[in-house]
């Protein structure tokens, strides 16, 4: 199956780079840790068991269980009918997805990996995100697709890009991508909720990790609000945005800084589309400078988005130029040394930080 076949491809890469990963965890004040996955799991599971217009619908869902075994166990509770394994036609099944939704239903559409979404992208644009608009308000779409998105290890150009630019540039799409597992719980959720297209975009290597959760956040009501950034730890020298794996990136980021006398203050975005403008402005107007960090494209991206909104809203706020940190400008490679040169990294992060904090060595100085 192609499910089983890429994974043997990954498995070695996974080994080597789940472990680096894992240092990157947000702690907090919780009762117990869950993993992404049974995050993820356990909100599609109570949504099915709360709202029964609630379908799930894609490649090997079923009984393989998902790709990433994040549908485990649910087609053996709610039966063919709900959990719908499709055969490997993205435009197809994604159409007879917006079609069920304008008919009330609330679909659940799995995508392998966003980078398959390409070829149901007439169904996710023109079918779902511009129909509420079209019919003046008369047809809602409740659909939810959602996969791993950005890069992963080892997989190559075609399996690796980040699509959280293209979707946030649509209106009538939302966008959404966590980075714990509370976000996973709590996004899904809102997500599925959501009268309106969402596009949920997860990261492949953040499946397996495990991160510290609440009581509330098991709670079967708990849901986060769309559009809402957190901020994932406080600063007043530096404010550094990012979302999914990324976000662990700045973390570590942010306690290496600490230990030089820069105090940085992380936003966890959660929300690409809303965009939540009026934090991320806050928190410049309070430290005064910014750094954005995403793994997609740098040319028309996400930070760049960010970057317009603070320079329209908070110019005169700020005390230096604003930094992106970006993946390369090139398709991904495969070679891993290249792969690890294509993609941000804590130490570009930790660099652009000092730059804007006038803390680098001039290039003369080492000369």
């Given at each position: ?97 917006v079609g069920a939704a304008y008919y009330g239903l609330k679909p659940v559409v799995e995508f392998m990996t966003f980078n398959f979404s390409m070829q149901a992208i007439d169904h996710i644009i023109n079918s779902a995100a511009k129909s509420n608009y079209m ?175 603070v320079v329209e809203e908070s110019f005169s706020y700020l005390d230096a130029p604003v930094e992106r940190i970006a993946g390369a400008d090139v398709p991904m490679p495969y070679a891993a040394n290249l792969e690890r040169m294509a993609v941000p990294q804590v ?21």
């Amino acid at each position: 199956m192609l499910a089983i076949a890429r994974q043997r491809m990954l498995g070695q890469s996974f080994k080597k780079i789940l472990p680096a990963v894992s240092v990157l965890r947000s702690y907090s004040s919780a009762a117990k840790q869950i993993t992404v996955r049974e995050a993820l799991n356990s909100a599609l599971d109570e949504e099915m068991s709360a709202d029964p217009k609630v379908f799930l619908m894609g490649e090997e869902v079923g009984e393989y269980q998902g790709a990433y075994k994040i549908t485990k166990g649910l087609l053996e509770k709610y039966g063919p009918e709900r959990v719908l394994d499709t055969p490997i036609t993205e435009a197809g099944f994604t159409g007879i997805g917006v079609g069920a939704a304008y008919y009330g239903l609330k679909p659940v559409v799995e995508f392998m990996t966003f980078n398959f979404s390409m070829q149901a992208i007439d169904h996710i644009i023109n079918s779902a995100a511009k129909s509420n608009y079209m019919s003046a308000g008369q047809i809602s779409v409740p659909i939810v697709f959602r996969g791993p998105n950005g890069a992963a290890a080892g997989v190559g150009a075609q399996h690796s890009q980040c699509y959280a630019a293209w979707y946030a540039s649509c209106p009538g799409l939302k966008v959404l991508s966590p980075y714990n597992s509370e976000d996973a719980r709590g996004l899904l959720k809102a997500a599925i909720r959501d009268p309106d297209p969402v596009v949920f975009l997860e990261n492949e290597l953040l499946y397996g990790e495990s991160f510290p959760v609440s009581d509330e956040v098991l709670d079967s009501s708990f849901c986060l609000p769309v559009g809402k950034a957190k901020i994932e730890r406080e600063g007043k020298d530096v404010t550094i945005t990012a979302f999914s794996k990324m976000v662990g990136y700045a973390l570590k980021a942010a306690e290496l800084l600490e230990k030089d006398g820069i105090y940085a203050e992380v936003i966890n975005l959660r929300s690409i589309r809303p965009l939540d403008r009026s934090t991320i402005n806050a928190s410049v107007r309070k430290t005064n400078r910014l750094i954005t960090v995403e793994e997609g494209f740098p040319q028309h991206g996400v930070g760049a988005e960010i970057c317009a909104s603070v320079v329209e809203e908070s110019f005169s706020y700020l005390d230096a130029p604003v930094e992106r940190i970006a993946g390369a400008d090139v398709p991904m490679p495969y070679a891993a040394n290249l792969e690890r040169m294509a993609v941000p990294q804590v130490e570009d992060v930790v660099r652009a930080a000092k730059r804007a904090c006038y803390r680098s060595v001039p290039l003369a100085a080492t000369a």
